[in-house]
């Protein structure tokens, strides 16, 4: 692109080709103001504040619209600039309300600000009050249209950024306003409380509903701790307390300007009653308060004194995938080096930890990042996307909008769900299930394994396979082909009641193109998981959608520190970097890092854990950041198990169900009260540091362990954060030198293209095929699990957000207007829903977009009552039942009597 110069305030200038004056000028660090420019939205010029005067003909442009050219002569301040500027400013401040006081905004309105830079104080003019209502019935947003000043951002955020399409102008003119279809309340709109327009707003015409008024004390940079995306956050303290939470606004993350309900909302959890704020020691069957040297000595002589009457293999390790990358870090060495057991795993386990593993492990040597796409802005790039058994809007919402952005710029779509999401309208074409389970029993389960077998048989049929890439870095195809051409099509499409009209289209859409795969964890959640997730990759394979920049997987990662808490070795298989336990070399790497030896062989995964304690031949388990009384199916099963233990650690920040089992409990810190880093699905790795401390005597999860390391007679385990980068940087490779966290990223980034591929490393697995499923007659109904997005995971931290609590949104069953005339359902009536592990009972409400036979049940609500019907079983196991569905029986429940009416 070519490099223009030109002159702005007597200062020369370059930029390049097709910059606007306004983005020329801001790079260059001279100031215009502005109050309807973002720069991650189209320029509007609507405010004209940004007006630059041509010093040879004495042209007035909008320097936000107009093109720099090259040789341009430009004023930014002149007099006549000024007057203009003080006239608009003027005439706004007439129409404003003056409330400057009580506003929300504060300090940080840009409208207060630039008036002050201008001088203006008190307005000459005519008052031409504008009153509007306010609108306050959610608990989200506030809006107070009359100090709307008509720069059009939250209209353009919501159509360009998020694509809700909630609000536009309405009416013309003194009566022009942003509103709803209709002029309906948000809450009965496309609105997703997102609160994007609400922190664009340059007034405070939109504000967040809270008990505090005004400018924060102080603000702090940080990273949400709710799921994988990683979105930049800037925090309002004050005092002690998180009073505000918006995007940073940083050009170029991973969020920009965007935020989901979770992320703008729910982060008031921090400043919960249930915040645990001293250690606790069980004493005489009571969780009593003691001084932290008790509580840790007790930790050091129990683990100890076990491992010497049982083993290491006796102790478990059950790490966070919402602690940072240091403190899991550390919390594997300790199980490794002090207890030497490698059974270490997270919350990941539920996850989608199961198919990250399942993707490297398929990779060899081929090189850490080929398999996974890499940055979420290179959708928008992409050749076809492709998404399976993921509702993104619901669970991370910031990939929803790119996903979204991405079709808006003619990016084909394709979607395969078993029923209709936010995407569905979106997609170029869009597949799911027909019939009913009562047409087919067991059509859920192979639905995605038989779709992508068709998919791959037909590609293979019409010659639309790179053979160039297979040729060079793959082998077994020859095997594989064989075995997919003999695939029954007919089969196939009858056992999972499938369009092949849809098949073919998406076929057509497919081939000679480079597919971009976003993938759920209701695949890995599913019975046939695993086998979905190898087809997945033989596509993946056949089209060379591996390596190729932009095209790969995208893993949707629910928690924070997934892929983190997987990279630092908190998983039972490898070691941090990804090295494998059973490799020797592997093993060597981190022995003579850590001066001990490593145990070799593989150790429990969260599930074997909880077998192993049923057995009796688990004795202690050390949690850290995790609830699995409250995340895992079957929680009375759990609780028992768990009870049996000899010795039990919770380490969390919250009182929850799984604090009440521990013998002993430490109090963490939230991401908010300590430093770090996270990393995201991206694979970026990215710093932060604390806002403000943490509740009374509680301590960082990384200190409380040095502590730990230091009572077990290893001191030398005591480090910071920094030091632990630095330990981990010098023996990996992989990983930058950088300690000070100066930079957001430090990791090194992998060249992705196809030629750094080591020849004749990846393999095809064989062609997988689905099984018939027994079916119980006397659980007519499937119940699919799903998650909202006010919620999530289990809902451990959300369901202390008192505004989440207090949303409309209450999980009600949905069912389908045929099952609900059947059963003379009503919204708001109540059902009962009975599995062969458990009941819930929860309020209904008819969706007429779910098919007869099928029951929605939103998790993480009434204590994640849900998982009561699902059965606790080994994931991405075919012999196993799946944790997304399962069968159910219905009874509607009287409200009147109580009264109990089978139907």
């Given amino acids: 692109m070519e490099t223009i110069a030109l002159t702005i305030n007597g200062k020369r200038i370059s930029c390049p080709e097709g910059k606007s004056i306004l983005e020329a000028a801001e790079s260059h660090g001279i100031k215009i103001p502005k109050l309807c420019y973002h720069h991650s939205l189209q320029p509007f010029g609507a405010c004209r504040l940004c007006l630059v005067e041509d010093k040879k003909t004495g042209r007035l442009f909008a320097s936000c619209v107009t093109p720099a050219a090259q040789d341009m002569v430009l004023l930014s301040d002149s007099p006549q600039i000024i007057k203009h500027r ?35 104080g008190e307005n000459h003019l005519y008052p031409m009050p504008n009153p509007k209502p306010l609108e306050q ?90 799921c994988g995306i990683g979105c930049n956050l800037t925090l309002g303290v004050v005092g002690n307390q998180i009073v505000d939470v918006n995007p940073s606004h940083i050009e170029k993350s991973v969020n920009d300007a965007t935020l989901c309900v979770r992320g703008h909302f729910a982060h008031d959890f921090l400043n919960s009653t249930q915040r645990l704020t001293k250690p606790l020691v069980r004493k005489e069957k009571k969780l009593t308060p003691a001084s932290w040297d008790e509580a840790l000595g007790t930790i050091a002589n129990q683990l100890l004194e076990i491992k010497k009457q049982h083993g290491p293999e006796s102790i478990a390790f059950l790490g966070s995938s919402k602690c940072s990358n240091e403190e899991n870090y550390l919390f594997q060495k300790i199980a490794r080096g002090i207890v030497e057991t490698n059974n270490v795993d997270s919350g990941g386990y539920i996850s989608g930890r199961l198919f990250l593993s399942l993707i490297e492990g398929r990779a060899d040597k081929a090189g850490r990042f080929n398999f996974f ?47 209709k999401g936010s995407l569905t309208g979106h997609s170029s074409i869009s597949i799911h299930p027909s019939g009913s389970p009562l047409s087919n029993q067991n059509f859920l389960d192979t639905f995605y394994l038989e779709l992508i077998n068709l998919i791959s048989v037909q590609l293979l049929e019409k010659e639309a396979t790179d053979t160039s890439f297979m040729s060079r870095f793959t082998n077994g195809y020859e095997k ?123 150790g429990l995964d969260l599930f074997q854990m909880i077998k192993k304690a049923e057995e009796g031949r688990l004795k202690a388990i050390y949690i850290m950041g995790e609830n699995p009384l409250r995340s895992l199916p079957q929680p009375n099963l759990l609780f028992k198990s768990l009870e049996s233990l ?40 990215q710093c932060f540091s604390p806002a403000l401390r943490p509740p009374g005597n509680a301590k960082s999860d990384l200190e409380i362990l040095g502590l730990i390391a230091e009572k077990m007679g290893f001191p030398e385990y005591k480090n910071t954060h ?20 100066k930079h957001p990223i430090w990791i090194r980034e992998r060249n992705q293209e196809q030629g750094n591929i080591d020849e004749e490393q990846i393999r095809f697995s064989p062609v997988a095929s689905s099984k018939e499923t027994l079916w119980d007659n006397d659980y007519p109904y499937t119940a699919l699990f799903e998650s909202l997005r006010f919620h999530l995971g289990s809902g451990t931290r959300t369901e202390h957000s008192i505004r989440i609590s207090t949303c409309d949104s209450k999980g009600e069953i949905e069912v389908s207007p045929v099952d609900a005339k059947k059963m003379n359902l009503i919204k708001d009536d109540r059902i009962k829903v009975t599995s062969l592990t458990g009941e819930l009972e929860r ?12 029951i929605h049940i939103p998790t993480a609500y009434n204590h994640n009552d849900a998982r009561h019907l699902i059965q606790l079983a080994p994931l991405l196991d075919a012999s196993s039942n799946g944790w997304d569905s399962c069968q159910v029986s219905i009874i509607k429940v009287d409200r009147v009597n109580d009264r109990q009416l089978e139907r």
């Fill in 86 to 120: 003080r006239n608009i400013i003027s005439l706004m401040m007439a129409e404003h309300p003056e409330s400057c006081i009580v506003c929300n905004k504060g300090n940080r309105c840009q409208l207060r600000m630039i008036a002050a830079e201008l001088g203006i």
């Fill in 480 to 602: 594989y082909k064989t075995d997919l051409l003999s695939l029954d099509q007919k089969v196939s499409v009858k056992k999972a009641n499938l369009d092949i009209h849809a098949i073919n289209n998406a076929v057509d859409l497919l081939a000679g193109k480079k597919i971009t795969f976003v993938i759920g964890d209701e695949l890995m959640l599913q019975r046939y998981g695993k086998e979905v997730m190898e087809a997945l990759l033989n596509l993946a394979l056949m089209t060379g959608s591996i390596g190729y920049k932009g095209a790969g997987f995208h893993v949707l990662a629910k928690e924070n520190n997934l892929v983190g808490a997987w990279d630092m070795g908190t998983v039972p298989e490898t070691l941090p970097g990804r090295l494998m336990i059973n490799d020797e070399n592997d093993r060597n790497i981190w022995e003579k890092a850590w001066e001990t030896k490593i145990p070799r062989t593989r």
């Fill in 373 to 419: 796409a890499g940055p979420l802005s290179g959708l928008e790039q992409a050749e076809v996307i492709f998404v399976l058994g993921a509702e993104p809007a619901q669970t991370a919402p910031v990939l929803d909008y790119y996903l979204k952005r991405s079709v808006k710029k003619g990016i084909p779509l394709i979607v395969a769900n078993p029923g």
């Fill in 843 to 854: 309020t209904v409400k008819v969706n007429r977009d779910i098919r007869s036979g099928f």
């Fill in 646 to 685: 000899e010795f039990v650690v919770v380490q969390d920040i919250l009182f929850n169900e799984t604090v009440t089992i521990a013998d002993v409990v430490l109090p963490g810190a939230a991401f908010s009260e300590k430093a770090g880093s996270f990393t995201n699905m991206e694979g970026k790795i």
């Fill in 722 to 741: 920094e030091g632990i980068r630095k330990e981990i940087s010098s023996t990996l490779s992989t990983y930058s030198e950088t300690t000070a966290c």
């Fill in 137 to 226: 019935a959610n608990p989200f947003i506030i809006r107070d249209l009359s100090k709307c000043i008509l720069c059009g951002k939250c209209i353009r955020a919501d159509h360009e950024l998020v694509c809700a399409g909630a609000i536009d102008y309405n009416s013309r003119g003194f009566k022009s306003r942003p509103a709803t279809l209709h002029e309906l309340p948000l809450e009965k709109s496309t609105c997703t409380f997102c609160g994007t327009c609400v922190s664009i707003c340059p007034t405070g015409a939109l504000s967040t509903k809270t008990d505090f008024a005004g400018t924060p004390e102080r603000e702090s940079a940080s990273i949400c701790g709710f």
